[in-house]
């Protein structure tokens, strides 16, 4: 059994889609029209076989809430592997993205946390 | 108020939060559980850790401070000047006989 998918939450896709893309550098894999919404998923440039993330719409009740809170206390929604944090930090603070967390060496790690504009904070990490 | 600043000093967990807020200003929730737990070896919950930061903004060392969805905890050394100026004397040591 491996990873296929994963998911998190956003508040309009096609925003996502611009934010994941373009400013994360991610690649569109799958876009499917369901509904209103679609099954949009991005991979990996380093990896377009591999897993890949669901920019799931937000839209179910029980969403807002839980992101709130989490957002609130500052708590990743998901998690991101880079090379090198500090690099991606200036590269992405370059791009205007705002950081609830500065690159930080947590023992065997460096992590960063950022807001991707959709109503999450991600965390990026490598090994220190 | 004074008594909370002395209750909030006397546990080596708050001391450590204000450690680690003296590194770095504005911190999240998140941020200081993790250096708690990864860099302090401090093994808690983000409950615990809550009520220990309820502890330090009562005794006003730890101001809390919202921007839109964000919150952040700042270091406030303020309160320490009444330690300072209760046992602390401003003409130094060399200068009484």
């Known amino acids: 059994m491996k990873i296929h998918l994963s998911s998190v939450f956003v508040d309009d896709q096609d925003e996502a889609l611009r934010f994941y893309t373009e400013v994360l550098g991610f690649l569109k894999k799958t876009e499917v029209p369901l509904g209103e919404d679609r099954w949009l998923t991005v991979v990996s440039p380093e990896d377009p076989e591999g897993p890949e993330l669901l920019l799931e719409p937000a839209g179910h009740p029980a969403v807002k809430p839980f992101r709130d809170a989490l957002f609130e206390d500052g708590i990743p929604a998901t998690a991101f592997a880079v090379r090198d944090v500090h690099a991606e930090f200036a590269r992405l603070r370059g791009l205007g993205v705002r950081f609830t967390q500065e690159p930080l060496e947590m023992g065997p790690v460096t992590t960063a946390v950022l807001d991707d504009t959709c109503g999450n904070l991600i965390q990026i990490v490598a090994a220190a | ?97």
């Open chain 2, 1 to 97: 108020m004074v008594d909370d600043l002395y209750k909030a000093l006397a546990d080596p967990t708050r001391r450590a939060i204000l450690d680690e807020l003296t590194e770095r200003s504005g911190q999240t929730l998140f941020e200081i559980c993790s250096r708690l737990s990864v860099r302090r070896q401090f093994d808690m919950s983000r409950q615990a850790v809550s009520q220990h930061l309820a502890v330090l903004e009562a005794a006003g060392l730890v101001e809390t401070r919202r921007e839109g969805r964000y919150k952040f905890h700042d270091l406030n050394t303020a309160p320490l000047r009444h330690i300072a100026e209760r046992w602390i004397r401003a003409d130094g040591p060399e200068g009484n006989p």
